[in-house]
């Protein structure tokens, strides 16, 4: 069974720039999440989707906004890119919200803002 | 807001050696995780816990899971170099919106 998959794997973009990174879950899972991590401020939840919903929303700035498509697959955008969007993006995966369900981490995005 | 605190920070054992990484989280929930996470790397589910008393273990880890007390411990058994890594806890409360530690660097020496 595939993983998570995430792409591209690896983006340089400059200051007021946006950018999309892209999520497929796990075959079957419905809901995903998004994570931003960095040295300085660790995993930090971004948002989480179902049934092509926003579910939750971490505490971030609207810059970062995001959607579901009805094949699970998910995007999340950063519009205006700051220096300090530089980071890991990961995307997590789950069969749905339920509360016992494991995430399954996808390899990440590695987002450098020049 | 959940706060959950992770030590030590950084630890560095010889092989052979036991220890144990502590998690603590503000406020109830009774459901942890336990993540592994390589350089460069994303991260690896090693334990869910579910339930107040909860314990779960594979191969040289072992975690559990006091509710009450609000804290995961994870131990580490006769430690060999492979099980260099930052290991990182993550308490869920809503359902799929996870709050981590800081994560916890460990180096186990030869």
């Known amino acids: 069974k595939a993983g998570v998959t995430q792409t591209p794997r690896y983006l340089i973009k400059t200051r007021g720039q946006q950018v999309t990174l892209s999520c497929s879950p796990i075959s079957g899972h419905r809901s995903v999440s998004w994570y931003q991590q960095t040295p300085g401020q660790g995993l930090q939840f971004l948002f989480e989707?179902?049934?092509?919903?926003?579910?939750n929303k971490g505490n971030f700035p609207g810059r970062f906004s995001g959607r579901q498509f009805s094949n699970s697959r998910s995007e999340m955008n950063v519009s205006t890119l700051e220096l300090g969007d530089s980071a890991l993006y990961l995307c997590?995966?789950?069969?749905?919200?339920?509360?016992?369900?494991?995430?399954?981490f996808g390899p990440g995005t590695r987002l450098t803002v020049l | 807001e959940l706060k959950v605190e992770q030590n030590p920070l950084f630890l560095s054992m010889q092989e052979g050696k036991n220890y144990t990484i502590y998690c603590n989280y503000s406020?109830?929930?009774?459901?942890l995780y336990w993540y592994r996470q390589d350089p460069g790397k994303s991260l690896e589910s090693l334990f869910v816990l579910l339930s107040n008393g909860a314990v779960k273990q594979e191969g040289r880890l072992m975690a559990s899971l006091d509710t009450k007390a609000r804290l995961s411990t994870l131990h580490i058994t006769a430690a060999v170099h492979d099980l260099s890594a930052t290991y990182f806890c993550?308490?869920?409360?809503?359902?799929?919106?996870?709050?981590f530690g800081t994560g916890t660097s460990l180096t186990v020496i030869p």
């Open positions: 993550a308490v869920d409360r809503t359902g799929n919106q996870f709050y």
């Open positions: 989707y179902f049934s092509e919903t926003q579910r």
């Open positions: 406020t109830t929930s009774d459901r």
């Open positions: 997590a995966s789950s069969l749905a919200p339920g509360l016992n369900n494991e995430q399954f």
